[in-house]
Nanobody, 126 residues
Framework: QVQLQESGPGLVKPSQTLFLTCTVS??????????WAWIRQPPGKGLEWMGVISYTGSTYYNPSLKSRTSIHRDTSKNQITLQLISVTPEDTAVYYCAKTKTLILGATDKNQYDYWGQGTQVTDSS
């Protein structure tokens, strides 16, 4: 059974860079034929797709976040990472990583993913 576990600092100061990690465990790791996405949900708002990385390492980003977002993978550690620069209060959200066999840019419906992590809360300390 594949499991995804997000981890991060929890609290981040304005203008700092946020680093989150998604650790994959189970039958398949990042090298399998999957796509790995980051999605977030600000308090009281809907899910927002941030970006995705493919099994080849190709990345696709939400245009509204592209200038601040970077997704990478570390196959040796079975991890997917998210970097978000210049954090503002609007970046306060629960951040999720998810895994899918089918690339659908912008997908935020959990049914469009094969696996979905439990999420990690990130709060701007301002």
């Amino acid at each position: 059974q594949v499991q995804l576990q997000e981890s991060g600092p929890g609290l981040v100061k304005p203008s700092q860079t946020l680093f989150l990690t998604c650790t994959v465990s189970g039958a398949s790791g990042p090298t399998a034929f999957y796509y790995w996405a980051w999605i977030r949900q600000p308090p009281g708002k809907g899910l927002e797709w941030m970006g995705v990385i493919s099994y080849t390492g190709s990345t696709y980003y939400n245009p509204s976040l592209k200038s601040r977002t970077s997704i990478h993978r570390d196959t040796s550690k079975n991890q997917i990472t998210l970097q978000l620069i210049s954090v503002t209060p609007e970046d306060t959200a629960v951040y999720y990583c998810a895994k899918t066999k089918t690339l659908i840019l912008g997908a935020t419906d959990k049914n469009q993913y094969d696996y979905w992590g439990q999420g990690t809360q990130v709060t701007d300390s301002s």
